[in-house]
């Protein structure tokens, strides 16, 4: 599967901004979709994953009521919302396909966008 993450920019902290990432390919559907995210100099982190029919989601402590990730299937693409935004969550995000909620478990990735978060 193909992946293009779109949707970053320069916002102010307490904004809201919503990625999304457009699959085409392979059968997008059957994937556990994630969002992951790398800070300059800081590791990558899984930020947010969902499984293939939405029914478990799973986030990183500290975005935890503040981002959602959703998909739709019928339009074979990912979702995430992060509202309350923080200069903290100022990263490159990459939208991800795999078979699990682990970092390894994501095969296909997308190019990447950037998000800063100004305070």
């Known amino acids: 599967v193909q992946l293009q993450a779109s949707g970053g920019g320069l916002v102010q902290a307490g904004d809201s901004l919503t990625l999304s990432c457009k699959g085409s390919?392979?059968?997008?559907?059957?994937?556990?979709m994630g969002w992951l995210r790398q800070a300059p100099g800081k590791e990558r982190d899984l930020v947010a994953a969902?499984?293939?029919?939405?029914?478990?989601?799973y986030y990183i402590d500290s975005v935890k009521g503040r981002f959602t990730i959703s998909r739709d299937n019928a339009k074979e693409t990912l979702y995430l919302q992060m509202n309350n935004l923080k200069p903290e969550d100022t990263a490159v995000y990459y939208c991800?396909?795999?078979?699990?909620?682990?970092?390894?478990?994501?095969?296909?990735w997308g190019q990447g966008t950037q998000v800063t978060v100004s305070s």
């Open positions: 991800a396909a795999g078979t699990g909620y682990s970092e390894n478990d994501f095969d296909f």
């Open positions: 390919g392979s059968s997008f559907s059957g994937y556990t």
């Open positions: 969902i499984s293939w029919n939405s029914g478990s989601r």
